[in-house]
């Protein structure tokens, strides 16, 4: 998650506080996610980062959840 934060900051020009609003956490915390010092490891925060990202289904059975459904 860290190397995904990272390359939305270099190409996307995403600032730590706007993944930590779209995703659901403090900007803190995205901090150490992205400097190493912390890794995502529950699955629900998982979940939390592929929807509040809009990750393509690929890329959410790529992390182990499943594809994203519209009648949620």
């Known amino acids: 998650m860290g ?3 990272r390359l939305l900051r270099q190409h996307a020009g ?3 506080m706007r993944i930590a609003i779209t995703i659901g956490v403090t900007t803190n915390r ?3 996610i992205m400097n190493g010092r912390s890794a995502v ?3 629900a925060t998982f979940e939390r980062i592929a929807t509040g990202l809009d990750m393509p289904d ?3 059975l790529t992390l182990g959840i499943a594809p994203h459904r519209e009648d949620r």
Do not use: G
């Open 41 to 43: 490891t529950a699955l």
């Open 3 to 5: 190397a995904l934060f």
């Open 30 to 32: 995205v901090s150490l």
């Open 14 to 16: 995403a600032s730590q």
């Open 58 to 60: 690929d890329a959410r």
